[in-house]
């Protein structure tokens, strides 16, 4: 992915899909954005309860990832680290899913991973650069994600 700084109207990414129009100071993607664009049912975003779970399952992940040899453990101690900012609720107004989103969840989980690879990002060189998908998602599916997500936040 490839992103162009626009200093009025925030950043051009460019994915697979094209261009895409990102506010600045976003820490989520093009996949993110998509889905606020497309699917604005309620403007009801999804619960803090919610998003804290996604978290600490994101930093779950990561550490058993590391130890497993999937990801280097500096990308591991990265993601879980934002994971955790992530599950102590301090980044929730960069969760713009609507709660009536479609399909099993892959916008919110796709959500996660930009945030997550965002922050992970702030503290690695560029060699090291964490993906969303690629290092964040790994091993995961929306189908698992999310209802492991749920099961956590009714705790």
């Known amino acids: 992915m490839v992103v162009v700084m626009d ?11 094209g261009p895409l129009q990102v506010p600045a100071e976003a820490l989520w993607g093009a996949q993110t954005q998509r889905a606020v664009n497309n699917f604005p049912v309620s403007g009801r975003p999804m619960p803090a309860r919610f998003i804290a779970a996604l978290g600490l399952v994101k930093s779950a992940a990561a550490r058993i990832n590391g130890r497993l040899g999937a990801l280097s453990a500096e990308r591991a101690q990265a993601i879980d680290s934002a ?3 992530v599950a102590a609720n301090r980044h929730d107004a960069q969760f713009p899913v609507d709660i ?32 969303p998908n690629d290092h964040v998602n790994y091993g995961q599916s929306s189908n698992d994600v ?3 997500t749920l099961r956590v936040a009714a705790v």
């Open 100 to 131: 009536y989103q479609t399909g099993s969840g892959t916008s919110s989980n796709m959500n996660a991973n930009e945030v997550i690879a965002s922050l992970a990002n702030r503290h690695l060189p560029t060699e090291l650069a964490v993906h």
């Open 83 to 85: 994971a955790t900012e």
């Open 146 to 148: 999310i209802p492991t």
């Open 7 to 17: 200093k009025d109207n925030g950043r051009t990414e460019h994915d697979s899909m």
